[in-house]
C-alpha cells in the first residue's frame, strides 16, 4: 500500500507552499461573513483539469458544499479549482443552503471559465444558519484578480480558511520522480469539533505529480488513516470535514500507479505532508498549550492499537493532566483499559516522554522534578507498550484541555 | 422485566437514608488517607446475612476490591457488610493491592463477627500507590462503634465514600408488598472518571425486601442499564465503578421473583433509587454548574437512542455550550450524526428545555433572550426527535463542562 515507513525520500521545502506545485494559484479576501476583517472566502485554481480526489466526514448530517464536491469529483475525477469560504459552516440549511453551495460552484466556474463540474466548494463555520449571499456574490466576483501563483497566494488562501484556529497550516515537499521534481503540498484548517472519522476538517493537497484520479483517492483514503484520523481535539466529528487532493500533473512523471518504482515516495510525501497538517491542527486545537503524541506498541493488531491510541488521546483526564503537568500514568491506563480492544492488564509499561512510569502494569519510582519539567513542554510524547502477541501499533495526536476550550465553547456561536 | 413506567407505587422518604430499611446500621471515621480530616472509611453492616448483588466496572484494569467483592458475592450471595475507603482506589497496585483489599475483608469481618466471604470490598481515590495499611488497620478496629441505625450513621458513612464530589447523594423510599412496607435506599459517590459501562462508581443499595440474590442480581442489572449507565461526567470509565445491593429480608414480604405481583413495584422502587443516585452523581459531576438531561426518541430502537443520547451528552462542545447558555443545536444534533446509529438528516427535531430549536431539520426562529434564562438554570433537557419507524427511546444525564473541571483534574494527582 505504499505507506511502509523508509529513508525519508522527499525533501521539505520551508519556503513552498500550496501554490509550489505547478499549475496552481491561490488567494483569499474578506467578503464579509466573519464580524472582523480576516479573510473569509479563498480558492485554489489549476490551470489544467486536476486528478482529484476527496474524503469526506462521517457524520450523518453532512453540510451541503460536500453534496456539491462529490458530486464535482464524482463526475469525471477532476478539479480546476475549490472554492472555500469560512465564518459559516452552511450546514443543516436545507434547500436554500444546497442552491447556495451550487451557486458558489457555478459562480466560481464562470468566473475562471471552467465547467461547474469542475469546482469543488467547501464551507467551514456556524452550523444552521443561511449564507449571505449577496457576500459571497460580491466575493466570488473579486476572488480572480486575488489569485496568484506566489507565497502570498497561497498564505491568503490559508488565512481565508480559519475559524477558531490561531496559527496557518501549510507545508510543501519536493520528492524525485523520473528524474522529475514532483511537488506535493497543502493546507488545512481546523481547531475545534475535530474528531475525524475517514476524513477531517478541511484539508487540501496540491501536486504536480502525473496520477490518476482513482489512485489518488485509494492513497488519500489510506493516508488519512494514519494521519487526519489520528487527530482529536475534542471528540466532535464534524458536519463538514473534507480533504481535497489535486494533482495538475505538470512534473511531466511517468502516471504513478502502485506498479510505478516512485510511487512509495510519492505516497510517503503525501503521508508527510497530510501528517505536518493534522498535527498542526491537533497543537492549533481549541486552547491548547500543547501537542499531544500518543504511540501505542505491543497491541493484539494495528486496529486496535489504533483505537486504544484514540481513546487514551481523547480522554479528558489526560489532557487535563498533560495541561496540568501531572504525569498521571494512572488515566493513562483507565483509558486504555476502557477502549474495548483486548489488552493484559499485568504487561503494560507507560513512558512519559523517557520516563518509565509503569513497568509490566507495575508503578516505577520516578523524578517528578523531571517529569514535570518535561510536561511543562510544548510538546508531550505519552508511550504505552501492551506487550501483546500481534505487535500493533500506532500513534495518534491532540492536545491537552484547558481553561481556554471552555472559554471559547462557552461563547462561539453568540 | 417489571421496569416499565407506570403510577409511582412507592412513596418517597426525605428523612430516610441507608440505615432505614430493617436491619442495617452504617458508619463511617476519618483514618487518614485523605489529607483532609473528611472521613475516609466506611462500612454498611446488616445484622443478618443479606441477599446481595453487584455489577462492576468493564475497565479491563479493575481495581483489587473489586477481586475480592466479585468473590464474596460470588461465594453464596450473601453480604453482612460492605467497608470502603475513600483517597486511595488501590487499582493497578499488584500483588501487595490485592493482598489488602483481602486484609481489608478479614480484618473487618472479624470485628464485626462474620465470616470473610460476607464481606464486600470499595475503595475510591488515586490510582496506583499502596494503601496506608497501618492506618486502615486502625480504622477499621475502630469502626464497628461507629456503627449506628440511624441518619448519623448514614450521613458518616455518605461522607466517607466521597472524593471529588461536592455533596453526599442519599435516597430511600417505601413500597408495600404483602401488605409490608418494604424500604429501599441507596448511597453513591462519583464525580470524575464518570462513564460508566455496566456498572458504575461506587454505589451501595440497602433494602429490606425479601429477596433472592439471583432476582436481585438480574434486577439491579437490568436498573443499571437505564441509570447508572445512562450518566457521563467526562467519557472515562473508571477502574473501581461498582454497585453493590444487600436485601436483609427482615420487611417480611413473600420472597420477591418475577412471579410475584409485587414484583414490578419494587422494580420501579429500585430503578427510582439507581436513577436519584446516578443523577446525583451526573449533577455532581467534577466542576458541573447543571444537571444536563438528553431525551431522545423516535430513535430506530431503544439501544440506538440510548447510544445517541450518551453520545450528546457527553459531546465537550454541548457541555461547553450549556455552561455558556448557548442555545447551539448544531452540536446536538452534531453529536447526534456521529453516535454511529440510524437517522435521517431530514426529519430531526430538537427542542432545548420547551424551546423548540428545530424542527424536521430545518432552524426554527426562536426566543433567543428566552433560550438564555432557561440555559441559566440549573437543570437543562434538551429533547431530540429522530422521527425514525421503531420509536426507541432513552434518557441520559451529564453535567456542562466548566473551567473547574479543567482545574480540579489539572491538579488532581499532586
Known amino acids: 500500500m505504499g505507506l511502509e515507513q523508509k529513508a525519508?525520500?522527499?525533501s521539505i521545502l520551508t519556503e513552498g507552499s500550496i501554490t509550489t506545485p505547478k499549475g496552481f494559484t491561490a488567494g483569499g479576501l474578506h467578503c464579509g461573513l466573519k464580524k472582523s476583517t480576516r479573510h473569509d472566502l479563498g480558492a485554489i485554481v489549476c490551470e489544467v483539469p486536476a486528478a482529484a480526489a476527496g474524503v469526506y466526514t462521517t457524520n450523518l448530517f453532512q453540510a451541503a458544499p460536500l453534496k456539491v464536491t462529490r458530486e464535482s469529483i464524482g463526475s469525471d475525477g477532476r478539479l480546476r479549482a475549490v472554492i472555500v469560504n469560512s465564518g459559516n459552516a452552511n450546514a443543516v440549511t436545507g434547500k436554500q443552503g444546497e442552491a447556495d453551495a451550487y451557486e458558489m460552484r457555478d459562480r466560481f466556474a464562470e468566473q475562471i471559465g471552467a465547467a461547474a463540474d469542475e469546482v469543488a466548494v467547501a464551507s467551514t463555520g456556524v452550523i444552521g444558519e443561511l449564507l449571505k449571499m449577496d457576500r459571497v456574490r460580491t466575493g466570488i466576483d473579486a476572488l480572480p484578480e486575488k489569485l496568484a501563483s506566489d507565497r502570498a497566494g497561497?498564505?491568503?488562501?490559508?488565512?481565508?480558511?480559519?475559524?477558531?484556529?490561531l496559527v496557518?497550516?501549510?507545508?510543501?515537499?519536493?520528492?524525485?520522480?523520473?528524474?522529475?521534481?514532483?511537488h506535493v503540498a497543502g493546507a488545512s484548517k481546523g481547531s475545534g469539533m475535530i474528531h475525524p472519522n475517514m476524513a477531517t476538517m478541511l484539508g487540501f493537497v496540491t501536486t504536480d505529480a502525473n496520477i490518476g484520479s482513482e489512485a489518488l483517492q485509494q492513497l488519500l483514503r489510506e493516508v488519512t488513516n494514519y494521519t487526519f484520523n489520528m487527530i482529536t481535539v475534542?471528540?466532535?466529528?464534524?458536519?463538514n470535514d473534507m480533504l481535497v487532493a489535486m494533482a495538475s500533473?505538470?512534473?511531466?512523471?511517468?502516471?504513478?500507479t502502485s506498479a510505478h518504482a516512485g510511487y512509495a515516495d510519492f505516497a510517503a510525501a503525501l503521508r508527510y505532508v497530510c501528517e505536518v497538517l493534522a498535527k498542526a491542527i491537533a497543537r492549533d486545537g481549541e486552547g491548547a498549550t500543547k501537542l499531544v503524541e500518543v504511540q501505542v506498541r505491543g497491541a493484539a493488531s494495528?486496529?486496535?492499537?489504533?483505537?486504544?491510541?484514540?481513546?487514551?488521546?481523547g480522554s479528558s483526564l489526560v489532557k487535563s493532566a498533560v495541561f496540568g503537568a501531572d504525569a498521571n500514568w494512572g488515566r493513562i491506563i483507565a483509558a486504555a483499559g476502557r477502549a474495548g480492544e483486548p489488552l493484559n492488564p499485568e504487561t503494560v509499561d507507560v513512558s512519559i516522554g523517557d520516563i518509565l512510569t509503569l513497568e509490566q502494569s507495575r508503578p516505577v519510582a520516578f523524578d517528578e522534578e523531571a517529569a514535570l519539567e518535561y510536561l511543562k513542554g510544548d510538546t508531550v510524547v505519552i508511550h504505552v507498550d501492551l506487550h501483546m502477541d500481534g505487535g500493533g501499533s500506532a500513534t495518534a495526536w491532540g492536545c491537552?484541555?484547558?481553561?481556554?476550550?471552555?472559554r471559547i465553547n462557552a461563547a462561539y456561536r453568540t
Request: with cysteine.
Open 249 to 256: 500533473g505538470l512534473a511531466g512523471n511517468e502516471e504513478l
Open 154 to 165: 497561497a498564505d491568503d488562501f490559508c488565512q481565508a480558511i480559519l475559524t477558531t484556529d
Open 400 to 406: 491537552d484541555l484547558t481553561y481556554d476550550y471552555v
Open 234 to 239: 475534542d471528540g466532535d466529528t464534524s458536519t
Open 168 to 182: 496557518q497550516k501549510m507545508v510543501c515537499v519536493s520528492v524525485e520522480i523520473d528524474g522529475r521534481t514532483v
Open 8 to 10: 525519508t525520500p522527499f
Open 302 to 313: 494495528d486496529d486496535s492499537a489504533r483505537a486504544i491510541a484514540k481513546t487514551i488521546i
